[in-house]
């Protein structure tokens, strides 16, 4: 988020006292990091304990739920069909339902309802795969709506789309950088959210080949030293871009040392204070100095490490880097060196594809055979509990106003009881 945007935030989200609430606007969250500064929220559940309520959904996405005051939006497909949901927070009945796009298709774990939606409290954005962005407001009355593909071509990426477009101030940053399906070039949009026409358009051209163009991956926003810039991995590479033109201001190779035709990037890029994470498909994972212009791959590498994720998104509180891969093995690094605190240790065995969640001292991440795992934070592992849903999931949970919003293929899940802030 830009700096008006997060100012805004931090005016309606930050707490008024000791474990206030926040809304989940993005698809990590109030700061587009992963991180909740909430307290005291639920360790232990099941699918009938300390269930706040339910509502049943139509199938599995990988899409997390966003959260504002009384409202919760999700992308949901449906047959067919795609569908921007708004739920009401309290009891998560239905308010509205609003069609985005036709052409649900599925390519094994993907559906076209992969990207998140994100808000800025007062309208509600959204992207499908099939390349349908639209804006809404909170009452459910369309904005405009975009066919990016009509615009620019087809998406090309060997799995579906899938990258989350990220609010700005009054822009929407939306990434396509993808290459084993098409010759038509990567490119970056900036959006006026008011509008939906484009400001601008950059290619992003690499030398990745076959499939290792292809990015299912979040741009993020980088600000440090009154500069703030736009962040973007895929293409065996990760670049910083200005945000007013979508000027390439530096870019950093790397990420595919061997030039391996399948090193597609999942899990997406983390910024906090002047660092830059850029995950790869395992092996290496880079940390980077912000500031630099140019080539910057040796001159701003700080660290790297080979003990990466694949899928889930690592978080940092910018003292320790939380890693936990598809397989369920959690390293934990001092993220400004990289010096390993621990490494190796396991969850309970599956598949890892939701990205871990830092809460209240706690690493919330959940397999997907729906256990969430809660570990304690920070230099010693401790394994606080597991809490199994019995259900498939992709998604990551959302955290707001003392609860856990968990998604599984056959339900939302409103976890614990609601926690208003003081004064409401």
């Known amino acids: 988020m830009g700096r008006a945007a997060l100012a805004l935030l931090v005016g309606l989200t930050a707490p008024t006292a000791a ?5 989940w606007p993005h698809w990590r969250g109030p700061s587009a990091n992963g991180i909740s500064t909430e307290t005291g929220l639920p ?30 939006f999700l ?87 899938a990258s989350s477009p990220l609010l700005v101030d009054d822009a929407l940053f939306v990434q396509v950088i993808h290459g084993m399906r098409t010759d038509d070039p990567s490119y970056v949009l900036r959006l006026d959210r008011h509008t939906g026409e484009t400001m601008w358009r950059v290619e992003r051209p690499s030398d990745a080949r076959r499939e290792s163009p292809d990015s299912y991956t979040t ?10 810039e736009i962040v973007i991995t895929g293409g065996d590479v990760v670049t910083g871009h200005d945000l007013a033109t979508g000027r390439e201001l530096w870019c950093a190779d790397g990420l595919n040392p061997r030039n391996n035709g399948a090193y597609r990037i999942i899990a997406s890029p983390v910024v906090h204070g002047r660092m830059i994470y850029a995950p790869t498909r395992v092996r290496p994972l880079l940390a980077l100095r912000a500031g630099g212009r ?28 939380h890693i936990v891969n598809d397989q369920g093995i959690v390293w934990v690094l001092d993220a400004r060196t990289g010096e390993q605190i ?30 969430t795992s809660v570990f304690r934070a920070g230099p010693d ?15 990551s949970i959302a955290v707001s106003d003392g609860q856990i919003f968990l998604r599984t293929t056959g339900h939302l899940y409103a976890i614990g009881e609601r926690r208003r802030s003081a004064g409401d």
């Open 75 to 161: 992308n949901v497909a449906d047959g067919e069909n795609i569908s921007l949901w708004c739920l009401d927070r309290s009891g998560g009945e239905t308010l509205w339902v609003r069609h985005l796009s036709d052409g649900d298709r599925r390519l094994r774990k993907q559906n076209m309802s992969s990207p998140s939606p994100v808000t800025n409290g007062e309208h509600v954005y959204v992207m499908t795969g099939t390349g349908r962005l639209a804006a809404f407001d909170f009452d459910g009355d369309q904005l405009w709506q975009r066919d990016i593909q009509a615009s620019y071509g087809r998406f090309g990426l060997n799995w579906g789309y």
């Open 219 to 228: 741009p993020a926003l980088l600000e440090y030293d009154g500069a703030r």
């Open 342 to 371: 621990y490494g190796r240790q396991r969850l309970r065995p599956g598949t890892y594809s939701a990205s871990p969640v830092l809460a209240d001292g706690k690493v919330y991440v959940t397999s997907e055979g729906g256990l």
């Open 294 to 321: 140019g080539d910057v791959t040796t001159s701003h590498l700080v660290w790297k490490t080979d003990n990466g994720p694949d899928v889930p998104t690592p978080v940092t509180d910018g003292e320790y880097f």
């Open 381 to 395: 592992f401790e394994l606080l509990a597991e809490n199994d849903m019995d259900d498939y999931v992709l998604s």
């Open 43 to 72: 360790v232990t559940w099941g699918p009938d304990t300390n269930v706040a309520w339910k509502v049943e959904m139509p199938a599995w996405t990988g899409s997390t739920p966003i959260v504002w005051g009384e409202r919760i």
């Open 19 to 23: 474990g206030a609430g926040e809304n």
